[in-house]
């Protein structure tokens, strides 16, 4: 399989733990995104990498958040200190970089569904 | 901020039946692209808009891009039950719309 994945799939945590997500983008794409998802709602942007640099960040993003691309290759996303309103689904994309500055389509991953107890 | 809503919210349509949702940008778009989501899955990519004033069609999919490009469509012709889910757009800067949940009648 030459898509997006993720893992775990599901993970049940209890306040105040940590945790981390792993997402294996597709080998040729240079982007990297993760969003997070809540019933009924639209991806919400939290990050995104170009290779292995972290563009940007999204405000939303609280310092418990921290997400690395270390080789320009799959990358981590981590929640420290996790919080019950932390519960959603957190979902990846992976894509190539578009010509001068243009965004190309977005290839996501099957998500990693959080529960925080 | 850049927003993007999409009106309406929830549409159910009896199979056979035409469906059309909305995107409307805060801003100007450069792009718009459109995805859909299916109940449980993630978010699948159908179309990308760039110019002013364009329409793409893909069989009983018809996508339009605003002539301000701050406004797009995505209208869908004689529904069928494989059309059931949620249709997003996304505009420059990763940002989705908050999406039009599709469900068909049969």
């Known amino acids: 399989d030459t898509g997006v994945s993720q893992n775990p799939r599901h993970k049940i945590t209890k306040r105040g733990q940590n945790v981390t997500f792993r997402c294996d983008p597709i080998?040729?794409?240079?982007?990297l995104y993760w969003y997070r998802q809540t019933l009924g709602q639209g991806p919400e942007f939290l990050t995104y990498f170009q290779n292995e640099a972290q563009l940007e960040k999204s405000r939303l993003l609280s310092d418990r958040f921290s997400a690395e691309r270390p080789k320009g290759s799959f990358s981590t996303l981590e929640i420290q200190r996790t919080e019950q309103g932390d519960s959603a689904m957190y979902l990846c994309a992976s894509s190539s970089a578009g010509e001068a500055g243009a965004w190309n389509e977005q290839f996501f991953g099957p998500g990693t569904r959080l529960t925080v107890l | 901020g850049q927003q993007v809503m999409q009106i309406p919210q929830y549409q159910h349509v009896q199979e056979g039946e035409d469906f059309t949702t909305y995107c409307n940008s805060s801003t100007t778009l450069s792009n718009i692209q459109w995805y859909k989501q299916r109940p449980g899955g993630h978010p699948v990519f159908l179309i990308q808009?760039?110019?002013?004033?364009e329409v793409k069609k893909q069989k009983r999919l018809t996508f339009q891009f605003g002539e301000a490009k701050k406004n797009s469509s995505l209208h869908i012709t004689a529904t069928q039950t494989t059309d059931v889910g949620t249709y997003f757009c996304a505009g420059l800067r990763v940002t989705f719309g908050t999406g039009t949940r599709l469900t068909i009648i049969p």
């Open positions: 808009l760039v110019k002013s004033g």
């Open positions: 080998s040729e794409h240079n982007r």
